[in-house]
């Protein structure tokens, strides 16, 4: 009985009226009446006070933590509540805080490792398949030639072209997954310096125009010849950013199509833009196709080559100059891919004297 909010109330307020009718019978003039009153009265709102503080400032309380904690002994970190009662006396409710911070801190724990563990599963299955296509195409040739094909003079070199093709693919996914692990990893440094964006550009598109002549594209770079668009960062590795973002609208653009190139400077900051009048990205894949080989057409992309992880390296460059690749598509319409860059304090100067 002791040990129930009802029981405890019941022997306070006992005690309590007790005390009370002692006190009064100290008086002259208190009569049986004036003590059976005075004692029920007290005794009745002792033990309502009594129970109530009891019953929903500490029992509650104290349940709620015990719930609390045996979920945790049973790892069961799910329902948490976010808050505990505000009517709860200040110490229990220190104590269910921190309990219930600890759980939800479990939790996120919990959630974050099965993330990471379904990650790891689709890492693991996509880089097989990307090791896969050309290391089968390579043994296909080099098996051909073996099994009596290698007599063929003219078959010989076609075959043995093609799994230099394959080999030549594998040898640069490789080397990205080096060069991303090792940005992820912080083991690449980057090489600060002073240069003009706008030569970057230039070297990039002059680079695959020939690529972009192919198909019958058009690629335009727009910029403000009177203005140099100077920076402070790794000047190779912007370079590959260029690179990356213009040779992805020649892949994903329609033969015909065009791309535009636009270098922009406003107050501290210059803007490199690259849209093209392609197919465009469905909604629901702009938010992953920075992620390691996640490719919005598999079979369109395979068949134009690429490792995949092109974008993610440009999202990890640019983290690294303290900057982000943003992205806007419009499905029939074309994609926009932009970054910024700082503008360096004399490419400023020379802005306004101008």
């Given at each position: 009985m002791l040990t129930t909010s009802r029981g405890i109330s019941l022997l306070l307020a006992l005690a309590i009226s007790a005390l009370t009718v002692l006190f009064l019978l100290l008086l002259d003039d208190a009569t049986p009446t004036l003590l059976v009153v005075a004692g029920s009265i007290s005794f009745s709102v002792s033990y309502i006070l009594m129970n109530v503080t009891l019953e929903f400032l500490i029992f509650n309380e104290i349940s709620n933590i015990y719930g609390v904690l045996e979920k945790i002994q049973k790892k069961d970190y799910s329902n948490i509540p976010d808050k505990s009662d505000k009517l709860s006396i200040s110490p229990l409710r220190k104590i269910n805080k921190t309990?219930?911070?600890?759980?939800?801190?479990?939790?996120?724990?919990?959630?974050?490792?099965?993330?990471?563990?379904?990650?790891?599963k689709e890492f693991i299955a996509d880089i097989s398949h990307e090791l896969k296509t050309p290391i089968f195409a390579a043994q296909g040739y080099i098996h051909t030639l073996l099994d009596g094909a290698v007599e063929d003079k003219s078959v010989r070199l076609k075959f043995l072209k093609r799994a230099a093709k394959s080999l030549n693919a594998l040898d640069k996914l490789v080397q990205d997954m080096l060069t991303l692990n090792q940005m992820e990893s912080g083991v690449v440094k980057f090489h600060y310096e002073s240069f003009d964006v706008k030569e970057v550009v230039h070297e990039v598109i002059e680079e695959l125009e020939h690529k972009a002549s192919k198909r019958h594209m058009l690629i335009r770079f727009y910029y403000d010849k009177e203005k140099t668009y100077r920076t402070f960062a790794d000047k190779e590795k912007i370079f590959r950013v260029c690179q990356n973002l213009i040779s992805n609208s020649i892949k994903y653009n329609n033969d015909g199509g065009e791309i535009d190139v636009t270098l922009k400077s406003h107050k501290n900051q210059l803007t490199v833009e690259v849209k093209d009048n392609g197919k465009g990205i469905p909604p629901e894949d702009l938010k992953r196709i920075f992620e390691r080989f996640y490719r919005v057409d598999k079979?369109?992309?395979?068949?134009?080559?690429?490792?995949?992880?092109?974008?993610?390296?440009?999202?990890?460059?640019?983290?690294?100059?303290?900057?982000?690749?943003?992205?806007?598509s419009i499905l029939g319409k074309g994609s926009v891919f932009s970054f910024e860059l700082p503008l360096e304090k004399s490419a400023k100067a020379e802005d306004i004297l101008s």
């Open positions: 309990i219930n911070s600890y759980a939800q801190a479990k939790n996120k724990e919990i959630e974050a490792l099965q993330k990471n563990a379904e990650f790891r079979s369109r992309n395979r068949e134009m080559g690429g490792t995949g992880l092109g974008l993610a390296i440009v999202k990890h460059i640019l983290e690294g100059h303290k900057s982000k690749i943003s992205v806007s």
